[in-house]
């Protein structure tokens, strides 16, 4: 079936330890990617978005995320991460063609001071 | 201004009752959707409008039926609440043709 792979399920960090998340989409054809954050007891926040061009995209907060086409891959990165960071963190597509985002299961990240 | 506004922010109900949410974005998109968070946080769509025409329908109860008076407004009625129906539910929108997705708050109901 078509889906929306986080491998992560619970990730717990110290201040500014490096963080990956990963992300894999089963979908064939043109696909827009995303991750969005939710900080505890509130909405969805858009933290980057991939539609075409540089497979490295730079959103809000420090994150960066890379497309790999070949892998199937849309893994969220930051360098350092912080106690505010702690979050749940969604990946999700948007097949073109499609007529909705799809999210993965997502990633709770603890971060602790 | 905030774009996708849902109300009720919190609803606590009884099980049987009948309920709605109400979803409404100022962003002139076109097509509004709900999602359901379940426990474990896992976000599932439910239901999609287009221009007032539902264009998906997920595997959800018929005790669920959502209602686009115009195509700035989904609203989600629910009967006959049961226990397993408490979640959040996040109403979104999307302008036809982009892929973005913008998020309302969110609404937790919470049946007991």
């Known amino acids: 079936a078509q889906s929306v792979s986080q491998h992560n399920h619970h990730v717990i960090l110290s201040e500014a330890a490096s963080l990956e998340l990963g992300c894999n989409y089963s979908y064939g054809g043109t696909v827009n990617l995303f991750w969005y954050v939710q900080y505890p007891g509130q909405h969805l926040q858009l933290l980057l978005k991939y539609f075409s061009g540089d497979p490295l995209v730079k959103g809000i907060k420090g994150f960066e995320a890379e497309f790999i086409k070949s892998k199937f891959s849309f893994n969220l990165r930051k360098p350092s991460v912080q106690w505010s960071d702690t979050a749940e963190y969604f990946c999700?597509?948007?097949?073109?063609?499609?007529?909705?985002?799809?999210f993965g299961k997502g990633t709770t990240l603890s971060v602790s001071s | 201004d905030t774009a996708v506004s849902q109300t009720p922010k919190y609803l606590v109900t009884q099980m049987g009752n009948d309920k709605s949410i109400k979803c409404e974005q100022n962003l002139g998109h076109d097509t509004m959707y709900w999602y359901k968070q379940d426990s474990k946080k896992f976000l599932k769509i439910m239901f999609s409008?287009?221009?007032?025409?539902?264009?998906i329908n997920e595997t959800v109860p018929n005790r669920f039926s959502p209602k686009s008076p115009d195509k700035a407004h989904l609203n989600l009625h629910i009967n006959s609440l049961e226990l397993g129906d408490s979640a959040v539910y996040f109403c979104?929108?999307?302008?036809?043709?982009?892929?973005?997705?913008?998020f309302g708050q969110g609404t937790r109901l919470t049946v007991v």
């Open positions: 409008y287009n221009n007032k025409e539902l264009i």
């Open positions: 999700a597509v948007f097949r073109i063609g499609g007529t909705a985002l799809i």
């Open positions: 979104a929108s999307r302008q036809e043709g982009e892929t973005e997705a913008f």
